[in-house]
T-cell receptor, first 117, second 109 residues
Framework: GAVVSQHPSRVICKSGTSVKIECRSL??????MFWYRQFPKQSLMLMAT?????????EQGVEKDKFLINHASLTLSTLTVTSAHPEDSSFYIC?????????????FGPGTRLTVL | EDQVTQSPEALRLQEGESSSLNCSYT??????LFWYRQDPGKGPKFLFT???AGEEKEKERLKATLTKKESFLHITAPKPEDSATYLC??????????FGAGTRLAVHP
């Protein structure tokens, strides 16, 4: 149980294009989803927290206009990297939890490797 | 400010050589300390949650312990398949996780 999927697993795009990454909770309803990015040999850095049906809360230093997050349903959240540049190349990981505000376990997706040429 | 520091950054062990990974933390109010395993190119996989000092949890060759200032992940008689990055994370407010930089463990036959 508690499986989270991400699609695509790997994407290569040209500089200036936009890329959408999907995160799905397959067997539970996720009221809260989180988006992280991870650079090589570094830890996960939280980018934003999204609750179903409301606007995402972005961490300090994360551009909300560049990283668009939509949490339209209890099983799907999307992250769109707009006008991507090579410095946006990273490993993007989502996670999902059952409830918002409580201290519940987060279930992580397998990650999406984004390479911007 | 809540903070997590892991050591060592990298650890190389021979198969069967037991050792411990350290996670030091500062937090205004501990709401949970998590251990995850991350394989290359994959998302973190949950191992343990600890909530109060003195708590211990075990799973196969792994045992996690918690004090008021640090947590240890003890690995007993490791095997090559235990090679991975082990991440420690604090539960902050609103269910947010604050991750340490991780310990890259390599177990050689």
């Amino acid at each position: 149980g508690a499986v989270v999927s991400q699609h695509p697993s790997r994407v290569i795009c040209k500089s200036g294009t936009s890329v959408k990454i999907e995160c799905r909770s397959l067997d539970f309803q996720a009221t809260t989803m989180f988006w992280y990015r991870q650079f090589p040999k570094q830890s996960l850095m939280l980018m934003a927290t999204s609750n179903e049906g409301s606007k995402a809360t972005y961490e300090q230093g994360v551009e909300k206009d560049k990283f668009l997050i939509n949490h339209a349903s209890l099983t799907l959240s999307t992250l769109t990297v707009t006008s991507a540049h090579p410095e946006d190349s990273s490993f993007y990981i989502c996670s999902a939890s059952y409830t918002s505000g409580g201290d519940n376990e987060q279930f992580f997706g397998p990650g999406t490797r984004l390479t911007v040429l | 400010e809540d903070q997590v520091t892991q050591s060592p950054e990298a650890l190389r062990l021979q198969e069967g050589e037991s050792s411990s990974l350290n996670c030091s933390y500062t937090v205004s109010g501990l709401r949970g300390l998590f251990w995850y395993r991350q394989d290359p190119g994959k998302g973190p996989k949950f191992l343990f949650t600890l909530y109060s000092a003195g708590e211990e949890k075990e799973k196969e060759r792994l045992k996690a312990t918690l004090t008021k200032k640090e947590s240890f992940l003890h690995i007993t008689a490791p095997k090559p398949e235990d090679s991975a990055t082990y991440l420690c994370a604090l539960s902050g407010g609103y269910n947010k996780l604050i991750f340490g930089a991780g310990t890259r463990l390599a177990v050689h036959p």
